[in-house]
Nanobody, 124 residues
Framework: QVQLVESGGGLVQAGGSLRLSCAAS????????MGWFRQAPGKEREFVAA????????YYADSVKGRFTISRDNAKNTVYLQMNSLKPEDTAVYYC?????????????????WGQGTQVTVSS
């Protein structure tokens, strides 16, 4: 079993920045991709960003491209999401997830483990 713990969420004004972290612990695997998803009230969960084990491949939703940056530290089993130029529409609960196939999929059902989420609120 893998445990994922997100941190770094909070309340920020529009135009501000936050950095989310997600630390993985428990069972270890040789390689895996990690992703960030978010879910706003009344909306479906949506893909935000993903990064493969090597870190050389990253993927972003169009809505965050150029503003968010995903990175990882494999020695610490941690993935980060640097969020800049935040907008009120970025308000959501942000979840990290592990993809054991190391594909960095856009689809949540292809991820094997999920964190509990961290709230991000952007005020206008």
């Amino acid at each position: 079993q893998v445990q994922l713990v997100e941190s770094g969420g909070g309340l920020v004004q529009a135009g501000g920045s936050l950095r989310l972290s997600c630390a993985a612990s428990g069972r270890t695997f040789s390689s895996y991709a990690m992703g960030w998803f978010r879910q706003a009230p009344g909306k479906e969960r949506e893909f935000v960003a993903a990064i493969r084990w090597s870190g050389g491949f990253t993927y972003y939703a169009d809505s965050v491209k150029g503003r968010f940056t995903i990175s990882r530290d494999n020695a610490k089993n941690t993935v980060y999401l640097q969020m800049n130029s935040l907008k009120p529409e970025d308000t959501a609960v942000y979840y990290c997830a592990v993809d054991l196939r190391d594909m960095g999929s856009w689809f949540g059902y292809e991820y094997d483990y999920w964190g509990q989420g961290t709230q991000v609120t952007v005020s206008s």
